[in-house]
């Protein structure tokens, strides 16, 4: 017997010594929330352990899950092209460095899939300071402009000056800084303003810091956020890659289906305000999840890559082949999806609620509002902006505070956090928002309207 327990012993150590460990590295940006189902829920929700593989050449496998967050895609690509990470997310202009940076280093990256975006290009956009009386981007030539180096922002910022007719490297003065720092800085007036990505323009408005003066939607530039593959590790693990993407999948299922509630989880997890948030991954959100290539994305990458050539980083990457579909297609058909229906669906996640104060289904969404309430799991819905202010005034009476409020650009058809938008009364008192005061102004005159600030809205809700 002890002969048998030796040989029992021996067989096992020998099985141990020969069962493989495979890493699992992600990078993540989790305050980038558009990359929250590819890193931040899938590891706060332990999806990918229900997801990789264990059988057949993974049958007594042993994964080696490493996460490791980073507040941009600069330093998470360095990792990459390092061999410290296998998998990784970021935004159509730092994914053009990462396969430029992969390329140079005689390597080879992938890019898998895209988490999130706007085809309008909307979630990239300038602020400046509270107290300054800049009103558009035109305003801004000589002065000094910060961004994020190496950013989507700064793809976005260096197209927009462009678009002026300016040479960014003699009419601006563009300074490298990251968002916490950005911050300070215009509250001091030590920048004139500030380009910055997802959710940062918006998170700094949330916290009146600034107020934003141009949004990515006003280039029409597509712009987006997405995972990407070191080439070697997708060859050899191709399962794995594919593991991970139905573990995305997944993750953007459970948001789509509880907003509020992973909102909420994404602020605990990074300290941004689940208003803000879900002003991203609400219903007619500022941006639209989607995992699909659709062509606006495929060009968005291209015209990254071709800006690069604007930081004197000229690369021959290309977007045809740095694209690679197949992982996500075979994401899709394992999970019981349809990625050509999905690809040719531009629909923004639905909303699908009754008024809050008619109790009547919504049917036109141009002019829809929200209110999140502070203790209220859900946000209460609105047929009018109208109807939303006047209701925000009664519970703000009642002692009730509120976390957010949510109109539409009636112009780019982008949600807007109320207290920062212009508006328009018309004859009949009907409220439409804008995200420009300029834009307000011009249709206040063509309906004989009156353009006004959020109080003046206020008012106007209140007398009808």
Known sequence: MKKLALLALSLALASGADAETIRVAIGTQDTTINCATGGLLIRELHLLEKYLPKDGKYKGVTYDIQWKNFTSGAPLTNEMVADKLDIGSMADFPGSNNGAAFLKAGKASLFLTVLSGSTLGSGNGVVVSKQSTITSLSELKGRTI?????????????????????DPQKDVNIITQAPEVAGPALQANKIEAHADFVPFVELFEHRGIARKIYDGAQANAPTY?????????????????????RAALEADKLIAAEPEKYSELIEKVTGIEAAVNYLYHGPLGLQTRDNTW???????????????KLMGRESPLKAETFIDDSYIR????????????????????????????????ITDFQR???????????????????????????????????????VHDLVHRIKLLAPNASFVADANGQLSAFLQKDAANAYAAAVKGKALDFAGAQAVAKAK
């Not at 999806?337 to 909303?351: I, S, V």
């Open 146 to 166: 910060s961004v994020p180096f190496a950013s989507t922002s700064h793809g976005m910022l260096l197209r927009a000056i462009a678009s002026q007719g300016w």
């Open 330 to 361: 075979a994401a899709f058909k394992a999970s019981g999806l349809d990625y050509e229906a999905k690809l040719k669906n531009y629909d923004k996640l639905a909303l699908k609620a009754n008024d809050a104060v008619t109790g009547k289904p």
């Open 225 to 245: 956020h997405g995972s990407l593959v070191a080439a070697d590790y997708a060859k050899k693990y191709p399962e794995i890659v594919v593991a991970f993407l």
């Open 368 to 406: 829809v509002a929200g209110i999140w309430l502070v203790g209220e799991p859900k946000v209460r819905h609105y047929a009018t902006i109208e109807g939303a202010l006047a209701d925000l005034r009664k519970l703000e009476a009642e002692g009730k505070k509120a976390r957010g409020v949510y």
């Open 294 to 308: 659709k062509p606006e994305y495929r060009k968005a990458l291209a015209t990254s890559i071709e800006t690069l």
